[in-house]
């Protein structure tokens, strides 16, 4: 199974990735994480040019297009093993959600692999600032209102469950158990 993780910077999706594979393993399930972009030597490449000073302006996020592209095919083996559940950190809807125009991001991601289940970590914008202030250009809240818009409109796409990212770190993970738990056939209402 294959289940990604989105929504806007600071909505937790690195903690509650972690915390939703310890209690994978421990219900018996063979997992693996991956982070968008990747370690590899394009995904090095990309944050790079997302901290430039630069990185919003129209040709640099469609170069970051075409590249996030690059870097999620490299990865594309890993997400085809049926063997393991796959958590991932983003995917191509981050790409849609993020940069523009979105019909050519749509292109450039045709091959891209689509999520079993996509979980949206939705946090409010106020609290996004407040928690990524000074990490990129990307945190100001005229951008990220923008991009969290974006995010519900996609989501309607595929195969998903919204979860309030604004409650506290335990809640947020038994939600997210309750969601993930009846696609592996896990009693949902066993879950604390």
């Known amino acids: 199974m294959y289940i990604v993780f989105e929504g806007i910077d600071g909505a937790g999706k690195s903690t509650q990735i972690q915390m939703l594979k310890e209690w994978l393993e421990a219900n018996g399930f063979r997992v693996e994480t991956l ?3 990747t370690d590899s030597e394009v995904g090095k490449l990309i944050r790079r040019i997302l901290q430039r000073h ?10 970051l297009g075409l590249l996030f592209a690059a870097d ?8 085809n093993d049926e063997s393991k559940i796959i958590l991932s950190d983003r995917s191509f809807i981050s790409s849609l ?3 523009e125009p979105a019909e050519w991001i749509e292109v450039l991601n045709r091959y ?6 996509l979980l949206l970590l939705d946090l409010d914008v106020k609290k996004s600032v407040a928690r990524t202030s000074g990490e990129d250009t990307f945190e100001n809240e005229e951008f990220l209102t923008k991009v969290k818009a974006n995010y519900l409109d996609l989501v309607e796409k595929y195969e998903h469950q919204i ?4 409650n506290g770190v335990n809640k947020v993970s038994s939600d997210i158990k309750k969601a993930v738990a009846p696609y592996l056939g ?3 209402d066993c879950i604390r």
Do not use: W
Not at 72 to 79: E, F, S, V
Not at 112 to 117: E, G, H, I, R
């Open 112 to 117: 891209a692999k689509k999520p079993d289940l």
């Open 186 to 188: 896990i009693c949902p």
């Open 97 to 99: 959600a993020y940069q």
């Open 54 to 63: 630069d990185a919003q302006t129209d040709s640099v996020q469609k170069t």
């Open 163 to 166: 979860i309030d990212a604004n």
């Open 35 to 37: 982070v968008e972009p």
């Open 72 to 79: 999620r095919m490299l990865i594309m083996d890993k997400l």
